[in-house]
């Protein structure tokens, strides 16, 4: 049974702003869905509130960079570069100012559908220069994104999960560091943030179907070390797949094509993602199926790039774990 | 450079020093951003000549060639602040929000010797950090304000960090008035009142021109003064050519607000010639060899000075 923990963003936070002066945290009136209300309470003076306004926001925590403090901003990841672009490019990015970026809900990890759902961040921010981007995919990473984010020395973007997040790793996030979750030799998965865990869900049945799987998650998604990766891709006979929250332009897909095209490595390569497609609201597990992000999804996957069907159904995946959209888990419905 | 850092001219010598050699580069580049010379010359002049507290210039009076932009390869980059002087706590800071002024405000570098003159003539020239807008590295600049309406924003994240810092020195923005078309300006007075940041001053351009013609013809933006003042600002309009109205303006007290000052300004001022160009006047560009050579002796006769000799 995994662990689950409730709200670890809160708690690690407040602890990382309190061990550091010059962080500040910034709000656009999400501040209970972040998981921020607590510190607002308690640390008021290192809090600011710069409510529906995310143009200003960013270009105010461009200033506060100027002045020497590092703003984590909190809201959700569409509402960091959808509206502020500009502001983003001009008062963050090009200067490289140490700003944090924390983008909650990541993907379709709400069920607000299209204007709450950041389904093309990473290919956003993977082609800002200077930029760069972290994703969470457990309860650890979450823990420890606060300081992972605050040692890059320029502005960073991060997925952040919220609520009651899985605990998958016991090490803290290693900026640039892969975690190797499995070294078998026919087939290479790489995923990251919520994907993990539905490919660990798959990789038991694959391997009682005899199906040696190397499995890659990844935290740092830019910069990224093509050489490390190229190692894991050339030890595998059939190919690799990738799976990934996101739209499969501009992702984690998109970053094996270039690593694969860049060196030459004539290997099957399968994306799996939203495939040009907007999502709906639903609920997380729903949508997983409905879009083929979940560990079914990933088998059939795997069926198609080794053209062998090992005949694994929903009951040979290891238990899904299913979260009430409005439990009370979470911060709130949104 | 010999040239004296300030007060060695008056204030006046300093704008009608800098329409002159805003109108040589013009003359000389077949057009150029003259309306902005028209209107925002006293205004730039008395910012650098009496009301920022600045220190020497950190880098030459010849701008360096352009030296590439941010990046972690880039270690030696820089801003193109030093020309306001080092970054020092009592120190005030500028920016240029619409930095389509830059060649405006670069002529007001070389007036008050803070750039060598050669600087100006580097302007818009490949490979050179003197860029046409206002680039975080171009002389007087240090944030990128090329798209209208995130200067101030900007400048209130600095102010409300150096107010926490205990820091003496003002945050200073030079505006314009097409910027109030932008909804981040807006938010950007809501958000300075509601944190109660009056460390920051701006002062607005207010020319009533853009870069379509004339504002009401491209976007009505009604009473900005009203407005500005509905949204928390404390606001003073003065007659941008009247160098006792600014001065007075500027020491309106504005205790938890910022001090936004509406220059109303004529954008032919001392260049009459000009208003056959009106309602375009954002970029100035000849259109005959006729009508360049006849705004040369006439905004030379307006300037005091001979026209200038652009036939090579």
Known sequence: ?334 | MTEALRNEKTTEDVALGIRRRVFEHAMRNNGGYLSQACSAAEQLAWLYNEELNLGAPTLPMIPKPFGGVPHRDNPAYHTGAGYNGPVTPEHDRLFIAPAHYALVAYATLVEVGRMAPEGLAMFNQDGSSVEMIGAEHSPGMEVHNGTLGIGLSTAAGLAWGRKRRGEPGRVWVYMSDGEVQEGQTWEAIQCCAHHRIDNIKAIMDVNRQQCDGAMDSVMEVGDIKAKMEQFGAVVVAVDAHNLNDMRAAAKTPHEGKPLIILANSNPFHAMPILEERFPRLHYVRFKSEEERARMNVSIARSLGIAPIDYAH
């Open chain 1, 1 to 334: 049974m995994i662990e689950m923990v409730n709200r670890p963003y809160e708690k690690a936070f407040e602890k990382h702003a309190l061990a550091h002066p010059e962080v500040l945290c910034l709000s656009a009136d999400l501040t209970s869905s972040c998981e921020i209300d607590k510190f607002r309470d308690d640390h008021p003076d290192q809090f600011l509130s710069l409510g529906m306004a995310e143009q200003n926001m960013m270009s105010f925590a461009g200033g506060l960079g100027l002045a020497g403090y590092r703003p984590f901003i909190h809201t959700f990841g569409v509402f960091l570069y959808r509206r502020p672009y500009d502001q983003l490019m001009a008062s963050v990015a090009y200067p490289r100012r140490r700003v944090r970026l924390m983008g909650f809900l990541p993907g379709i990890t709400t069920p607000g559908g299209m204007t709450h759902q950041a389904i093309e961040d990473i290919a956003v921010m993977r082609s800002i220069p200077n930029m760069t981007i972290l994703e969470t995919g457990d309860a650890t990473e979450v823990e420890s994104i606060c300081a992972a984010a605050d040692s890059i020395d320029g502005p960073v973007y991060c997925r952040v999960l919220r609520g009651s997040v899985p605990r998958l790793f016991d090490t803290p996030i290693e900026v640039g560091k892969m975690r190797e979750l499995a070294l078998g030799d026919d087939i290479l998965i790489v995923t990251s943030g919520i994907t993990t865990e539905e490919a660990m869900r798959a990789t038991a049945a694959l391997a009682k179907a005899g199906v040696s799987v190397r499995h890659l998650h990844l935290n740092t998604i830019k910069p990224f070390d093509d050489a490390a990766m190229l190692d894991h891709i050339q030890s595998v006979k059939s190919g690799v797949i990738t799976l990934e929250n996101h739209v499969t332009e501009g992702g984690i897909g998109s970053l094996l094509a270039e690593i694969m095209a860049d060196n030459g490595v004539g290997k099957k390569l399968l994306r799996l993602g939203l495939k040009d497609t907007y999502a709906h609201g639903g609920s997380r597990a729903y949508l997983m199926r409905y879009y083929g992000l979940d560990a079914l999804a990933l088998t059939r996957g795997v069926e198609r790039l080794m053209r062998e069907e090992f005949g694994i159904t929903e009951n040979d995946l290891a238990e899904t774990r299913v979260d009430a959209v409005h439990s009370l888990a979470k911060a709130e419905g949104l």
